[in-house]
């Protein structure tokens, strides 16, 4: 049954080959897309007609690799600029928030703690069209009201950037809430008695406590907002994500081009997360 | 919180609440409230804007469209079920069987997939499913298939792509609800000669139910509000009611009657998971944790 009771040698047998199945499972096809971006061949399929390192590398008419596919190198740094203004803006509202419901006292904390949790229950399609429609309402009325055409209520850049903000903050809120509970407030206490004010208190000693959580969070937020596609779908305009563009490409056909860039995702994000990993071990 | 002692507003309280507001009021109450707004708004005869129920009434009046509803939110709990039932013994296994010094290892392992893109991972199985694709390749060497069958664009391959993009939401609170379970009950049990059956009925999945119910809402929240997945492996025959909302917004630009499907998907998420919270007596911060 568990470890420290004998159990038959079926009974381990039988599970050991489940989670072998469940792993393989897990794996066949993040395996199989990083195998075939070295394949020789046009298209992502089996056989294996030998190693190439040209749907990276390639500048031939008929084999563009992803270093010189321009309209994938830009998708790509569309993404790592969201992705930056996403982190910078839910990282210091989600601090902010960390410390209002754990720190302050005010009238319906409870009614706004419930609705900073909303966002976690919102399917991402929802919310995407949502701010769609809002910003949609809020330029016309601009724009009838008084003449003025505001770029930042037509889809696009920052429109992505403040829909993948809305729920990403909540994420960010929850990670730093938790470390934030477990301060000692005599710290804090301490530092005023001797004559520091509450801001140069969270600044010298509460931010410095928090550090890893924000960090750790800062880190999952990028990653959410790198890979996000259900609310950016709704939000797009002409400088597409790289996930909504990798989607158009795989939609109308797929090239090994799509096997490359996936296995530098794969690959720069199994090391993050190992990085992540070994940065929360060292923290217990 | 102690109800007597005076709240004051005071300049912490006012730099933390501002930019919070801003953000919930501008970002989450406002929007919503404009998606009921124009769901609730029609064109009469002559192209003047009303207030009227029209957009809910096709939504009834059209069984394509309360079809593909019913059957995404029956399919949506199908998914959870299913994998509830495939990361239960994962995640047992991983706390409760596995010698000790493999569980970060293995932890690890179960934690890597979900960092990459859902993107690429359902590309991946595009790429293994597909008439070209890699399993049809070995079925035919292995002279199991004389011809190669198309794998995807079917109800059974969909629901196993929904299955393998959510299963991370149900096996982490699984591992962390189990981890808090105490071994010596389940030694106790069975030193009192409960057989396997008991101990997974009487104390296993009893002790994990806060950890199956936040894996069942995050598993169901996000099949129901899946679009790429559906879309992708589904394909034509996917009929997901995400894909109804997209075809409204961005196909026939009827930004009325999307808002109608739009408010009536939130209406089934937020319905789903109040009843979940309520049968198992729980709250949702406590499930956010």
């Known amino acids: 049954m568990i470890r420290s009771l004998p159990n038959s040698r079926r009974y381990l047998y039988s599970y050991k080959l489940y989670m072998g199945l469940y792993f393989a499972f897990l794996f066949a096809p993040l395996l199989v897309t990083c195998v075939l971006a070295f394949n020789d061949s046009q298209f992502p399929y089996l056989p294996w007609n030998g190693f190439t390192l040209e749907w990276f590398t390639g500048d031939l008419p008929e084999r563009v690799g992803l270093f010189h596919d321009r309209m994938n190198l830009e998708s790509i740094w569309v993404s790592v600029q969201v992705a930056f203004f996403v982190t910078l803006l839910s990282v210091t509202v989600g601090t902010c928030a960390a410390f209002l419901f754990e720190q302050e006292e005010f009238p319906f904390k409870s009614a706004l703690y419930f609705l900073m949790l909303s966002p976690l229950v919102i399917p991402g399609v929802i919310l995407g069209i949502s701010i769609l429609l809002f910003s949609n309402t809020l330029g016309l009325y601009f724009e009838i009201r008084w003449g003025i055409d505001v770029p930042l209520f037509r889809p696009g850049f920052w429109l992505v950037v403040l829909g993948q903000f809305s729920f990403i903050a909540t994420l960010v809120t929850l990670v730093v809430s938790a470390r934030l509970r477990k301060f000692d407030r005599t710290l804090e206490e301490a530092a005023l008695n001797l004559g520091a004010n509450r801001f140069e208190v969270i600044w010298h000693i509460t931010l410095k406590f928090l550090r890893p959580a924000i960090l750790g969070a800062a880190a999952v937020a990028f990653l959410m907002s790198f890979e996000n596609f259900n609310t950016t779908l709704f939000l797009v305009s002409s400088d597409t994500t790289l996930p909504i563009n990798l989607y158009l490409q795989v939609r109308d056909g797929s090239t090994p081009v799509i096997n490359a860039i996936s296995f530098l995702l794969i690959v720069g994000t199994s090391l993050m997360a190992v990085i992540n990993l070994y940065f929360s071990r060292k923290q217990k | ?289």
Request: glycine letters at 6%; hydrophobic letters at 55%.
């Open chain 2, 1 to 289: 919180m102690t109800m007597n002692r005076r709240f004051q507003i005071t300049l912490p309280l006012i730099c933390f609440l501002t930019p919070v507001l801003l953000w919930l009021v501008l970002m989450i109450v406002l929007p919503h409230m404009d998606l009921l707004r124009m769901s609730l708004r029609a064109e009469d005869d002559f192209g003047n804007a009303i207030w009227s129920f029209s957009n809910y009434m096709a939504f009834f009046v059209e069984p394509i469209y309360w079809l593909t509803f019913v059957r995404t939110a029956v399919y949506s709990i199908l998914v959870t079920l299913m994998t509830f039932i495939v990361a239960m013994p994962v995640a047992f296994y991983i706390t409760k069987v596995v010698a000790p010094r493999f569980q970060g290892f293995l932890m690890m392992l179960l934690l890597m997939p979900f960092w990459v893109s859902e993107l690429v991972r359902v590309y991946g199985w595009m790429i293994l499913l597909r008439e070209s694709g890699v399993i049809n390749h070995f079925l035919i060497r292995l002279g199991i298939l004389n011809q190669p069958i198309e794998m995807l664009y079917n109800d059974v391959t969909m629901i196993m792509g929904l299955v393998y993009t959510s299963m991370l939401f149900m096996a982490v609170p699984l591992v962390s609800v189990l981890e808090s379970l105490d071994d010596s009950l389940i030694e106790a049990a069975y030193d009192l000669g409960a057989n396997m059956g008991t101990i997974l009925f009487r104390i296993v999945i009893p002790h994990a139910m806060p950890g199956i119910v936040s894996g069942s809402i995050v598993v169901f929240m996000l099949t129901l509000g899946n679009y790429l997945t559906p879309n992708m492996i589904g394909g034509k025959n996917a009929l997901w009611f995400t894909e109804q909302i997209y075809n409204q917004f961005i196909a026939s630009f009827n930004w009325n009657q999307g808002s109608a499907f739009g408010f009536l998907l939130l209406a089934l998420s937020s319905l789903v998971i109040w009843v979940g919270l309520k049968l198992t007596r729980q709250k949702l911060s406590r499930v956010a944790q």
